[in-house]
Antibody, heavy 119, light 110 residues
Protein backbone atom coordinates (compact mmCIF):
# COMPACT_ATOMS: atom_id res chain seq x y z
CA UNK A 1 0.00 0.00 0.00
CA UNK A 2 1.39 3.37 -1.02
CA UNK A 3 1.75 5.76 1.88
CA UNK A 4 3.00 9.34 1.95
CA UNK A 5 3.35 11.09 5.28
CA UNK A 6 4.26 14.76 5.42
CA UNK A 7 5.74 16.50 8.44
CA UNK A 8 7.41 19.75 9.35
CA UNK A 9 4.58 22.21 8.99
CA UNK A 10 3.89 24.84 11.59
CA UNK A 11 3.83 28.54 12.41
CA UNK A 12 6.64 30.71 11.10
CA UNK A 13 7.14 34.47 10.88
CA UNK A 14 7.43 36.23 7.52
CA UNK A 15 10.99 35.95 6.30
CA UNK A 16 11.55 32.75 8.22
CA UNK A 17 12.37 29.22 7.09
CA UNK A 18 10.78 25.83 7.36
CA UNK A 19 11.68 22.38 6.09
CA UNK A 20 8.95 19.96 5.08
CA UNK A 21 9.52 16.24 4.78
CA UNK A 22 7.56 13.45 3.19
CA UNK A 23 8.18 9.82 4.14
CA UNK A 24 7.22 7.40 1.38
CA UNK A 25 6.53 3.68 1.51
CA UNK A 26 4.82 0.95 -0.47
CA UNK A 27 6.51 1.58 -3.82
CA UNK A 28 9.96 1.79 -5.40
CA UNK A 29 10.62 5.37 -4.41
CA UNK A 30 13.56 6.02 -6.72
CA UNK A 31 11.53 5.06 -9.79
CA UNK A 32 9.06 7.92 -9.56
CA UNK A 33 9.11 11.67 -9.77
CA UNK A 34 7.70 13.42 -6.73
CA UNK A 35 5.82 16.69 -6.49
CA UNK A 36 4.83 19.27 -3.91
CA UNK A 37 1.42 20.90 -4.37
CA UNK A 38 -0.05 23.50 -2.04
CA UNK A 39 -3.51 24.79 -1.30
CA UNK A 40 -4.09 28.09 0.44
CA UNK A 41 -7.13 28.24 2.77
CA UNK A 42 -10.28 28.27 0.66
CA UNK A 43 -8.29 28.37 -2.58
CA UNK A 44 -7.39 25.98 -5.38
CA UNK A 45 -4.45 23.70 -5.96
CA UNK A 46 -1.10 25.22 -6.90
CA UNK A 47 1.81 23.20 -8.22
CA UNK A 48 4.97 24.15 -6.31
CA UNK A 49 7.89 21.93 -7.23
CA UNK A 50 8.88 18.57 -8.67
CA UNK A 51 11.93 16.33 -8.77
CA UNK A 52 12.78 13.40 -11.01
CA UNK A 53 13.21 9.90 -9.60
CA UNK A 54 16.99 10.09 -9.59
CA UNK A 55 16.95 13.62 -8.20
CA UNK A 56 18.97 14.91 -11.10
CA UNK A 57 16.36 17.39 -12.28
CA UNK A 58 14.27 19.80 -10.25
CA UNK A 59 11.50 22.19 -11.24
CA UNK A 60 9.87 25.15 -9.49
CA UNK A 61 6.89 27.42 -9.87
CA UNK A 62 7.85 31.02 -10.54
CA UNK A 63 6.25 32.00 -7.22
CA UNK A 64 8.81 29.99 -5.21
CA UNK A 65 11.86 29.93 -7.47
CA UNK A 66 14.96 31.03 -5.62
CA UNK A 67 13.32 30.59 -2.21
CA UNK A 68 12.35 26.91 -2.10
CA UNK A 69 14.57 23.88 -2.69
CA UNK A 70 13.28 20.38 -3.35
CA UNK A 71 15.44 17.34 -2.65
CA UNK A 72 15.11 13.62 -2.08
CA UNK A 73 17.02 10.82 -0.38
CA UNK A 74 16.40 7.59 -2.24
CA UNK A 75 18.21 5.58 0.45
CA UNK A 76 15.73 6.78 3.08
CA UNK A 77 12.67 7.13 0.81
CA UNK A 78 12.17 10.73 1.83
CA UNK A 79 11.28 13.91 -0.02
CA UNK A 80 12.06 17.34 1.37
CA UNK A 81 11.11 20.93 0.67
CA UNK A 82 13.32 23.62 2.16
CA UNK A 83 11.36 26.87 2.29
CA UNK A 84 13.23 30.12 2.91
CA UNK A 85 12.17 33.76 2.91
CA UNK A 86 8.61 32.72 3.62
CA UNK A 87 5.83 35.15 2.81
CA UNK A 88 2.24 35.44 3.99
CA UNK A 89 1.05 34.17 0.63
CA UNK A 90 3.03 30.93 1.12
CA UNK A 91 0.56 29.97 3.84
CA UNK A 92 -1.15 26.77 2.73
CA UNK A 93 -1.54 23.07 3.19
CA UNK A 94 1.40 21.43 1.45
CA UNK A 95 0.87 18.02 -0.12
CA UNK A 96 3.53 15.67 -1.37
CA UNK A 97 2.41 13.52 -4.26
CA UNK A 98 3.80 10.58 -6.19
CA UNK A 99 4.14 10.83 -9.95
CA UNK A 100 2.22 8.25 -11.93
CA UNK A 101 4.95 7.82 -14.48
CA UNK A 102 4.10 10.49 -17.00
CA UNK A 103 4.79 14.20 -16.64
CA UNK A 104 1.24 15.13 -15.74
CA UNK A 105 -0.45 13.09 -13.07
CA UNK A 106 0.07 12.32 -9.40
CA UNK A 107 -1.70 9.16 -8.38
CA UNK A 108 -1.10 9.16 -4.61
CA UNK A 109 -1.14 12.12 -2.26
CA UNK A 110 -0.21 12.57 1.37
CA UNK A 111 -2.59 14.02 3.92
CA UNK A 112 -0.85 17.38 3.80
CA UNK A 113 0.91 19.57 6.34
CA UNK A 114 -0.19 23.10 7.21
CA UNK A 115 2.26 25.97 6.93
CA UNK A 116 1.14 29.16 8.64
CA UNK A 117 3.09 32.35 7.97
CA UNK A 118 2.18 35.10 10.38
CA UNK A 119 3.77 37.59 12.71
CA UNK B 1 2.74 30.04 -14.97
CA UNK B 2 -0.87 31.17 -15.61
CA UNK B 3 -3.58 28.93 -14.29
CA UNK B 4 -5.84 27.05 -16.66
CA UNK B 5 -9.38 28.44 -16.89
CA UNK B 6 -12.28 26.48 -15.41
CA UNK B 7 -15.84 27.58 -14.68
CA UNK B 8 -16.27 28.42 -11.01
CA UNK B 9 -19.32 26.22 -10.69
CA UNK B 10 -21.51 23.75 -12.55
CA UNK B 11 -24.62 21.95 -11.44
CA UNK B 12 -26.86 19.11 -12.50
CA UNK B 13 -29.61 16.85 -11.30
CA UNK B 14 -29.14 13.21 -10.33
CA UNK B 15 -28.93 10.99 -13.40
CA UNK B 16 -27.94 13.82 -15.73
CA UNK B 17 -24.56 14.36 -17.37
CA UNK B 18 -22.41 17.42 -16.85
CA UNK B 19 -19.21 18.61 -18.49
CA UNK B 20 -16.50 20.75 -16.93
CA UNK B 21 -14.24 22.61 -19.31
CA UNK B 22 -10.59 23.52 -18.82
CA UNK B 23 -9.08 26.04 -21.22
CA UNK B 24 -5.40 26.63 -21.74
CA UNK B 25 -3.10 27.48 -24.59
CA UNK B 26 -0.95 25.80 -27.21
CA UNK B 27 1.87 25.78 -24.63
CA UNK B 28 -0.03 23.47 -22.34
CA UNK B 29 -3.30 21.68 -23.13
CA UNK B 30 -3.09 22.24 -26.87
CA UNK B 31 0.50 21.12 -27.15
CA UNK B 32 0.55 17.92 -25.12
CA UNK B 33 -1.67 14.97 -24.29
CA UNK B 34 -0.88 15.32 -20.61
CA UNK B 35 -4.06 16.57 -19.00
CA UNK B 36 -5.22 15.26 -15.64
CA UNK B 37 -8.33 15.74 -13.54
CA UNK B 38 -8.72 15.52 -9.77
CA UNK B 39 -11.68 15.34 -7.44
CA UNK B 40 -11.48 16.89 -3.99
CA UNK B 41 -14.04 16.82 -1.22
CA UNK B 42 -13.91 19.65 1.36
CA UNK B 43 -11.08 19.08 3.79
CA UNK B 44 -9.92 15.97 1.97
CA UNK B 45 -6.99 14.98 -0.22
CA UNK B 46 -7.27 15.34 -4.01
CA UNK B 47 -7.97 12.11 -5.87
CA UNK B 48 -6.77 11.39 -9.40
CA UNK B 49 -9.68 10.81 -11.79
CA UNK B 50 -8.17 11.08 -15.27
CA UNK B 51 -4.62 11.13 -16.61
CA UNK B 52 -3.20 11.65 -20.10
CA UNK B 53 -6.44 13.31 -21.25
CA UNK B 54 -8.74 10.31 -21.15
CA UNK B 55 -7.27 7.45 -19.11
CA UNK B 56 -8.87 6.32 -15.86
CA UNK B 57 -7.01 4.77 -12.95
CA UNK B 58 -8.43 1.43 -11.87
CA UNK B 59 -10.22 2.93 -8.87
CA UNK B 60 -12.26 5.45 -10.86
CA UNK B 61 -15.83 4.85 -11.99
CA UNK B 62 -16.57 4.60 -15.72
CA UNK B 63 -19.00 7.48 -15.17
CA UNK B 64 -16.02 9.81 -15.37
CA UNK B 65 -14.49 10.48 -18.78
CA UNK B 66 -12.02 12.97 -20.24
CA UNK B 67 -11.42 14.44 -23.65
CA UNK B 68 -9.59 17.27 -25.39
CA UNK B 69 -10.15 19.49 -28.39
CA UNK B 70 -7.58 22.09 -29.30
CA UNK B 71 -6.67 24.11 -26.23
CA UNK B 72 -9.66 22.92 -24.18
CA UNK B 73 -9.96 19.76 -22.13
CA UNK B 74 -13.21 18.46 -20.71
CA UNK B 75 -14.32 16.20 -17.89
CA UNK B 76 -17.73 14.58 -18.27
CA UNK B 77 -19.58 13.02 -15.37
CA UNK B 78 -22.48 10.86 -16.50
CA UNK B 79 -25.29 9.47 -14.38
CA UNK B 80 -24.73 12.18 -11.80
CA UNK B 81 -24.91 11.03 -8.19
CA UNK B 82 -25.07 12.94 -4.93
CA UNK B 83 -21.60 11.67 -4.02
CA UNK B 84 -20.16 13.46 -7.08
CA UNK B 85 -20.67 16.82 -5.37
CA UNK B 86 -17.10 18.04 -4.91
CA UNK B 87 -14.45 20.34 -6.34
CA UNK B 88 -12.77 19.33 -9.58
CA UNK B 89 -9.37 20.48 -10.83
CA UNK B 90 -7.68 20.05 -14.16
CA UNK B 91 -3.94 20.15 -14.67
CA UNK B 92 -1.68 20.08 -17.69
CA UNK B 93 1.94 19.65 -18.53
CA UNK B 94 3.27 22.95 -19.82
CA UNK B 95 6.37 23.99 -21.69
CA UNK B 96 6.75 26.82 -19.16
CA UNK B 97 6.11 24.56 -16.20
CA UNK B 98 6.22 21.66 -16.02
CA UNK B 99 2.74 21.64 -14.50
CA UNK B 100 -0.15 24.04 -14.08
CA UNK B 101 -3.55 23.61 -12.41
CA UNK B 102 -6.89 25.09 -13.23
CA UNK B 103 -8.67 27.27 -10.71
CA UNK B 104 -11.15 24.55 -9.80
CA UNK B 105 -14.86 23.96 -10.38
CA UNK B 106 -17.45 23.30 -7.71
CA UNK B 107 -19.95 20.68 -8.83
CA UNK B 108 -23.34 20.89 -7.16
CA UNK B 109 -25.81 18.04 -7.46
CA UNK B 110 -29.28 19.55 -7.24
Amino acid sequence: EVQLLESGGGLVQPGGSLRLSCAASGFTFSSYAMTWVRQAPGKGLEWVSAITGSGSHTYYADSVKGRFTISRDNTKNTLDLQMNSLRVDDMAVYYCAKGKGGPDASDYWGQGTLVTVSS
Amino acid sequence: QSALTQPASVSGSPGQSITISCTGTSSDIGGYNYVSWYQQYPGKVPKLLIFEVSNRPSWVSHRFSGSKSGNTASLTVSGLQAEDEADYYCSSYTSRGPLVFGGGTKLTVL
